[in-house]
Structures are given as structure tokens and as C-alpha cells.
């Protein structure tokens, strides 16, 4: 939540504020910033990710990309409200150049492998378990999380390491239930997340 509202620095300019995170609920690792870019590119998802991120800058409350405007404005739509499909994604890496995080390694700080030719995504695309698995981070906040026992509090927000983009634990409200207003949970606890009950089990 802190990350809310820093401002994106490309090359040449700037092209916004981070407005929310997208992550893959298989690794537990930011897959894409979500940039706020007021009227320009209003109609569109702005999605920057985390390979074309260079440093985040807390006093400044800035976070500085590698990106020109030009590219942002050039690359492969993905308009509001509509999903992140693989066939999206596979079209967005060729256009940056930016290696695929499901055919590499899953953290960005390992130097995911590249998956660059036509043929080789046509593969990728092929297989069964490609299946995203995205979240927003703003969304999955006030999720109630299911214990093996009972349920004891909801989701309000995400430990991020900055270097590797990970999610390192989650923060659970837990007021109504203990005295201490919030906990941390590992992702590595997390058993599954519940696509009708909307809860993390």
C-alpha cells in the first residue's frame, strides 16, 4: 500500500503513479505494476514489468523504469476491464524483449530464461498448465483467510521485496479475532484460493 502513488520515471519523462500490482498466485511473485496515467492512455492497462524496473527510490517516492514513453505508448494494447491472457502476455514480452516468467526462472532476480521465437511460444502456448494465475493486489485486499480450524481475519496488504519482487509475507487483520491488530503469514502457507469463496485457504 505504501508503493500506492510513487511516480514512474521512464528515460524521457514520466508516465504516471503505480496504481496497483498483479501477481501469480503460483509463486507468489509481482508479475506486472499496474501505472495510474490520469487522461493519457486513459482507455488502456498500462503494465510495466518488473524486468524494466531499475530501482525504487523511498524518499523521492519514485520508482525509475528503463522504459521510453514512445515504448509505452507503442505497446500491445490491453484495454480496461479485460483479462490478462497468455496470448497477451506472449505478444507483450516480444514487444519489450523481456524474458517469460513461466519458462524461467520464477523470481526476477535469478535472470528468468528467454523465450523469444514464434515457434518456441507457440509451444509454450500449447501446454496445459500455462494457465495465468494472476491476481491484482488491490483486489485479493479483505479476503478472509480459512485456518485448518476456523476463520481468523482478512487480507489488507503485501510485504514486497523490491530486489526480486517477491511477496514475502502477507498481513492479516486480525482485530476482531485476537488482541493484536495484524499478523504475517508466509505465502509458502497458503494450501489454495478459493475461485467461489472467494477465500484463502
Not at 530501482?55 to 519514485?62: L, V
Amino acid at each position: 500500500h505504501s508503493l500506492k502513488g510513487y511516480t514512474l520515471k521512464c528515460v524521457d519523462g514520466k508516465i504516471g503513479e503505480v496504481k496497483d500490482f498483479i501477481f501469480d498466485e503460483k509463486h507468489w511473485t509481482i508479475r506486472y505494476l499496474v501505472a495510474e496515467t490520469g487522461s493519457w492512455l486513459m482507455e488502456r492497462q498500462v503494465l510495466i514489468s518488473p524486468y524494466s524496473l531499475v530501482s525504487t527510490d523511498a524518499d523521492k517516492k519514485q520508482i525509475t523504469t528503463t522504459l521510453t514513453v514512445n515504448q509505452i505508448e507503442s505497446s500491445p494494447p490491453l484495454y480496461k476491464d479485460t483479462s490478462i491472457s497468455r496470448e497477451f502476455e506472449a505478444s507483450y514480452h516480444i514487444f519489450y524483449n523481456c524474458p517469460t516468467y513461466w519458462n524461467g526462472s520464477y523470481r526476477w532476480g535469478e535472470s528468468p530464461a528467454m523465450l523469444l521465437n514464434s515457434a518456441a511460444y507457440k509451444e509454450a502456448l500449447g501446454e496445459k498448465d500455462l494457465d495465468p494465475g494472476l491476481h491484482s493486489a488491490n483486489d485479493f485486499r479483505g479476503r478472509k483467510i480459512s485456518a485448518t480450524d476456523t476463520e481468523f481475519g482478512d487480507i489488507t496488504d503485501f510485504v514486497i521485496d523490491d530486489e526480486c519482487w517477491a511477496i514475502r509475507y502477507i498481513i492479516i487483520n486480525t482485530i476482531s479475532w485476537w488482541p493484536s491488530p495484524h499478523v504475517l503469514i508466509s505465502p509458502e502457507w497458503i494450501e489454495s484460493i478459493g475461485e467461489f469463496d472467494f477465500k484463502v485457504h
